[in-house]
Each structure stands twice: as C-alpha cells, then as structure tokens.
C-alpha cells in the first residue's frame, strides 16, 4: 500500500520559516520524482516544487529564492523548506510522487496559513 503522508504544517507569521516533512512508503522512493503542489483558498491545485531522481529542481517562479525542496533517499522522506514572505502561502499543501509508467501519489496534504 503506497502512502505519502506529510507533516509540519500550521500557523507561522509572515516572515517565519517552516518545514514541511513527507513520509513516503509502499514506493521504490529513489526513482521517483518528488515534490509538492498547493491549493490556496477558492483556487485550483498549482505546482510549486520538485526534485527529480537526478536532482534537478524545479520551482514556480513564485517562490523561486524562498522555497528549497530537499529529499532524502535513504529515509524516503522529501521535505520543503518555506521561508515565507507572503499571506498568499497559505494554503493545504500537498506531496506528490511521480515516475513514467506509474500511477502518480499523492498524500492528504498539510495545512500551512501565513498570519500577518
């Protein structure tokens, strides 16, 4: 059974950091893409962050210079380090996995609000 369940999530005030953590099990964890994506009040799902097998990143250009998406095989676990700046981080957000030929992963996702 796959499961990708993440923590860290809650309240921070604008400026503060946090770290999101997600635990993945039930996947061969080092061949898959990593990452996170987050749903805002009243808006769809957007990406925000990935780490792929090889250790290439990609990020939204929003949070490009604020965000760092880590992951470590050996523990399974991929986590997004927010260094936030803006109300408009809030959101639930969520950890994906993803590798071609596969069924994509999601987790339940986290809840992260950003109070000014």
């Known amino acids: 059974q796959v499961q990708l369940v993440e923590s860290g999530g809650g309240l921070v005030q604008l400026g503060e950091s946090l770290r999101l953590s997600c635990a993945a099990s039930?996947?061969?964890?080092?061949?898959?893409?990593m990452g996170w994506y987050r749903q805002a009040p009243g808006k769809q799902r957007e990406f925000v962050a990935q780490l792929s097998t090889g250790g290439t990143t990609n990020y939204t250009d929003s949070v490009v210079g604020r965000f760092t998406i880590y992951r470590y095989n050996a523990k399974n676990t991929v986590d997004l380090q927010m260094n936030s700046r803006e109300p408009e981080a809030t959101a639930v957000y969520y950890c994906?996995?993803?590798?071609?030929?596969?069924?994509?992963?999601w987790g339940q996702g986290t809840q992260v609000t950003v109070s000014s």
């Open positions: 039930g996947i061969t964890f080092s061949r898959y893409t």
């Open positions: 994906f996995g993803g590798r071609f030929g596969s069924k994509d992963q």
